[in-house]
């Protein structure tokens, strides 16, 4: 006896609906179970190994009352608590094991994806066609959102999991909502889609957007049937979501968008390289090709340019298609094109976002649109062979972007896989360059870091990449040039504290301690707390045979880093020799 059900609008054997929501999520795992191997790359050091705030669960109240950087006293534009409460969950479960952390985002990305085939379900149901074709078509939807390269960088690292709660929470939100009534007020699935607004929204900042998706959707499927008084009272429980949550946002931050990134995009700049952005999110998700964690920015600085006037052609066309869709009924299709749309218009605010406008993740919920527009495109073929082509070539797309997310997932096993790509991909990119130097310094190998190191600094001179670059110097046996180097950062920034350490050390290995006790002596004035400081100016005075004073800034460096394990080694064999020196006794009173 087959057991009917209404899953997504659909009527079909419940057996049949848990069967593809199961291939979906087991595919789903398939692709990116090789991430369990991958470690901690990019972001993931600060926001998981180095964030005290998972550590302490009474510390995600911090999460909603500050900014998503505070703990480590960094003004940022975002506010993300519910990535905090992943976070903290996962590190309650699984400690700081990569492992345990890479799981949580393929279990998310499975999710995701089975959500993907519930609300390709609701949107479908409203076709024509027998149920049992159009589940086909929403099991073909979740297949290739479950496939599509662009999801590699959300998925395979472990900084993209605001962006697969984000999905989660909008598409739940999407299909609860297209389950309530259009004549009720108050129905349980309309109050759930409220909360799983809140949610979204907590979980990152596009999100906000998302309600003119769901208003797409009424626009395109009850345009009849909601009234203006009715409709305006459904959207009234949207927008008392988004008060609230600007409150949250503005008291966590001081301001709705307080650190402005790329001040050379002002006034109409905003707009003129918003539209070259568009273009190129739109080329990413038809043609996923030469990916990459990091696309070197070029500001478009004239509406005449070639890059301007193809990509005011692509919005313009794009735009057009929304409302000949709109115009002409084809309700799905356009509840398509707006979910391609809507969540990229936050990104497309460049002073907003960070310091790479470009990022593949902001394309994992757009592609749920990019998908919806395939198999609706698909779902109008009505000649049998036609059908079975259009299948055939389907499978091959999921073939090959099968291919492109296993690629993927190698690339992003470790910084220093994840960056010798992105130079590859983008060698204008100042900050792969200087990422890559970071792995190869961590890796020991000097001498390659001290070429990617000096890139950086040929592209773009920063304080940080010129004091990256004086430590790759002296580890490489060349401190007169990190001496330079190290000058070239204090001359940009008067109060880099790692420039000065870094210029006392390079003085001490040229054998000129004397000369390092001034510049160590303003790192400790600078950061009277930090155990490197104190540790380095207690081995200047050690090697100017100042042993007093070296012994005191040994004990002074164990205080603010009692875990420092080479000052206690040299703290204890100073104290030894001394005692030699001088007697047992006098030792005993010296400790």
């Not at 310091?355 to 395939?374: K, Q």
Request: aromatic share 10%; with cysteine.
């Amino acid at each position: 006896m087959k057991v009917e059900g209404s899953f997504g609008g659909l009527t079909v054997p419940r057996r049949t609906w848990i069967a593809a929501a199961f291939a979906v999520a087991t595919f789903s795992c398939l692709l990116y179970v090789g991430t369990l191997r991958n470690g901690f790359v990019y972001d993931d050091i600060p926001q998981v190994l180095k964030n005290p705030w998972i550590r302490d669960p009474w510390s995600l109240l911090r999460a909603f009352t500050m900014g998503s950087w505070a703990y480590e006293g960094t003004a940022s534009n975002y506010y993300r608590p519910v990535m905090h409460v992943v976070y903290t969950a996962t590190y309650v479960l699984f400690g700081l094991s990569p492992t345990g952390f890479h799981a949580v985002s393929i279990g998310l990305n499975a999710v995701v994806s089975v959500l993907v085939l519930g609300a390709s379900s609701s949107l479908l149901a409203q076709g024509s066609g027998s149920d049992g074709r159009r589940l086909a078509l929403a099991a073909a939807a979740a297949l290739l959102f479950a496939s599509h390269p662009i999801h590699a960088e959300a998925v395979a690292w472990i900084g993209g999991i605001p962006d697969l709660c984000c999905a989660l929470f909008c598409l739940s939100c999407f299909w609860s909502y297209a389950a309530a009534s259009s004549d009720r007020g108050l129905s349980l699935p309309y109050v759930a889609s409220l909360g799983l607004f809140l949610l979204a929204t907590l979980s990152k900042e596009i999100a906000l957007v998302f309600p003119l998706v769901l208003l797409a959707y009424d626009l395109a499927f009850r345009r009849a049937r909601l009234g203006i008084l009715r409709g305006a009272g459904r959207y009234l429980g949207f927008a008392s979501v988004t008060l609230l949550y600007l409150l949250l946002r503005w008291n966590a931050l001081g301001g709705l968008a307080p650190v402005r990134r790329h001040p050379e995009i002002v006034g109409g700049d905003v707009v003129l390289n918003a539209l070259p952005l568009f273009a190129a999110y739109l080329r990413k998700l038809a043609l996923p090709l030469d990916l990459s964690a990091f696309y070197a920015f070029q500001p478009v600085t004239s509406w005449g340019s070639t890059a301007a006037l193809v990509s005011i052609a692509v919005a313009a066309g794009f735009a057009i298609a929304g409302l000949v869709l709109c115009a002409k009924g084809a309700a799905s299709a356009f509840v398509a094109w707006a979910m391609v749309i809507v969540p990229l218009l936050p990104t497309l605010y460049i002073p907003g976002v960070g310091e790479n406008p470009f990022a593949e993740r902001y394309l994992y919920l757009p592609s749920v649109g990019f998908v919806w527009l395939l198999v609706v495109a698909a779902s109008r073929l009505r000649p049998p062979a036609a059908r079975m082509a259009v299948a055939a070539c389907g499978a091959l797309l999921v073939a090959v972007w099968t291919a492109g997310v296993l690629a993927r997932v190698t690339v992003w096993e470790s910084d220093l896989t994840l960056w010798q790509d992105a130079v590859v991909k983008s060698p204008e990119a100042p900050i792969a360059h200087y990422n890559l130097g970071a792995a190869l310094l961590g890796a020991r190998r000097f001498d390659p870091a001290v070429k990617e190191f000096e890139t950086a600094v040929r592209l773009s001179p920063s304080p940080l990449a010129w004091t990256s670059l004086g430590t790759a110097y002296r580890e490489a046996g060349r401190p007169g040039e990190a001496v330079l180097a190290f000058r070239a950062a204090l001359s940009m920034d008067p109060r880099l504290e790692a420039a000065y350490d870094g210029l006392g050390l390079a003085y001490i290995e040229l054998g000129q301690p004397g000369a390092a006790l001034e510049p160590l002596g303003v790192a400790v004035g600078l950061a009277p707390g930090s155990a490197v400081a104190r540790h380095t100016l207690a081995y200047a005075y050690e090697r100017l045979g100042m042993i007093g004073a070296a012994i005191q800034g040994y004990e002074e460096a164990l205080r603010a880093d009692p875990s420092d394990a080479a000052a206690r080694q040299r703290l204890a064999r100073l104290l030894r020799d001394r005692g030699a020196i001088i007697g047992p006794d006098a030792e005993r009173r010296g400790r």
